[in-house]
Nanobody, 129 residues
Framework: QVQLVESGGGLVQPGGSLSLSCVASGLTFRVYTMGWFRQAPGTEREFVAAISWGGGSTFYADSVKGRFTISRDNAKNTVYLQMNSMKPEDTAVYYC??????????????????????WGQGTQVTVSS
């Protein structure tokens, strides 16, 4: 059974930083592209960032480019999201996801919900003074 467990959410002031982690189990982590999505109240879930299975390619939503960094440690079955210069509009539940396919081409940008087959339960991130 695949499990993705996010942690690291919380309350942060505007301009501050937060680091999220997602530990995966029940799958061969190193062959899956991993992604982060977020969902604010009353809105649809949206793409934040993704990293290819080998870690060589990263992709970001325009809204977080230059502020957020996605990374992974295949030895620890963990994907990270470092969030800097945070804004109130970053407030959302953040979800970790694993691609539906194994070893998708590294150049391929996976940013649709349908591209991902396994999801975590989410962690709340609130940016407020």
């Amino acid at each position: 059974q695949v499990q993705l467990v996010e942690s690291g959410g919380g309350l942060v002031q505007p301009g501050g930083s937060l680091s999220l982690s997602c530990v995966a189990s029940g799958l061969t982590f190193r062959v899956y592209t991993m992604g982060w999505f977020r969902q604010a109240p009353g809105t649809e879930r949206e793409f934040v960032a993704a990293i290819s299975w080998g870690g060589g390619s990263t992709f970001y939503a325009d809204s977080v480019k230059g502020r957020f960094t996605i990374s992974r440690d295949n030895a620890k079955n963990t994907v990270y999201l470092q969030m800097n210069s945070m804004k109130p509009e970053d407030t959302a539940v953040y979800y970790c996801a694993a691609s539906g396919a194994q070893r998708p081409p590294s150049f391929l940008r996976l940013d649709r919900i349908a591209d991902f087959g396994s999801w975590g339960q989410g962690t709340q991130v609130t940016v407020s003074s």
